[in-house]
């Protein structure tokens, strides 16, 4: 079974610019997440969906930062601008149903220039 | 608000010892999930071990088994027989059953030398 797919790895921006990540969760899986991890630090969850619809995106930054996730399966996180702050690693993991195990991708590291 | 404590921000150990991870936690609900997990510098995250609230028994993972005190809301690691390849950054985390939203702790950076 493949896992969590997630690219680009890396990407280097400089300021302003826009940028977008994608993530291809595992297959039935209906649970898809994104989470932040600032360097030397826990993730912390940005978004969740439940198939194609955003359940729970209280700590998305909703002025530069936009998702979606069409027909439940494939997602994009965007970032438009970007800003300093902003370079980090974006964690994508699914899982199948409620309260089952979550997968995490091998994430995107973010440097913001 | 639940969060998650980890006072360790380094260990290191020599192979084949056995090394003891701390995670503390505050939370007022009583129907919860403990997690600890691997990261390795290729950064995908590997789910180690799970521990439901409601089950006294310590869960065990062949060389890895925890220590859940509910309640003095500790949830320690134990690694034996330790190898070169457990070389990683090491997160607890918390879940409220059916909140489906894991809370990290800031992780401790484990290094097994040879």
């Known amino acids: 079974e493949a896992g969590v797919v997630q690219s680009p790895r890396y990407k280097i921006i400089e300021k302003k610019q826009p940028v977008a990540f994608w993530c291809n969760p595992i297959s039935g899986h209906n649970t898809l997440y994104w989470y932040l991890q600032n360097l030397g630090q826990g993730p912390e969850l940005l978004i969740r969906y439940e198939n194609e619809e955003a359940v729970d995106d209280s700590q998305l930054p909703k002025d530069r930062f936009s998702a979606e996730r069409l027909k439940g399966v494939d997602s994009t996180l965007k970032i438009q601008p970007a800003e300093l702050g902003d370079s980090a690693v974006y964690l994508c993991?699914?899982?199948?149903?409620?309260?089952?195990?979550?997968?995490f991708g091998p994430g995107t590291r973010l440097t913001v220039t | 608000a639940q969060t998650v404590t980890q006072s360790q921000p380094e260990m290191s150990v020599q192979e084949a010892e056995t090394v003891t991870l701390s995670c503390t936690y505050d939370?007022?609900?009583?129907?919860?999930?403990l997690f600890w997990y691997k990261q390795p510098p290729s950064r995908q995250m590997i789910l180690v071990i799970r521990?439901?609230?409601?089950?006294?028994q310590n869960a065990t993972e062949n060389r890895f088994s925890v220590n859940f005190q509910k309640a003095a809301k500790s949830f320690s690691l134990k690694i034996s027989d330790s190898q070169l390849g457990d070389t990683a950054m090491y997160f607890c985390a918390f879940e409220i059953q059916g909140a489906q939203k894991l809370v990290f702790g800031q992780g401790t950076r484990l290094t097994i030398n040879p």
């Open positions: 993991a699914s899982s199948r149903d409620r309260d089952d195990e979550q997968y």
């Open positions: 521990q439901e609230a409601y089950k006294q």
């Open positions: 939370t007022s609900e009583s129907n919860y999930y």
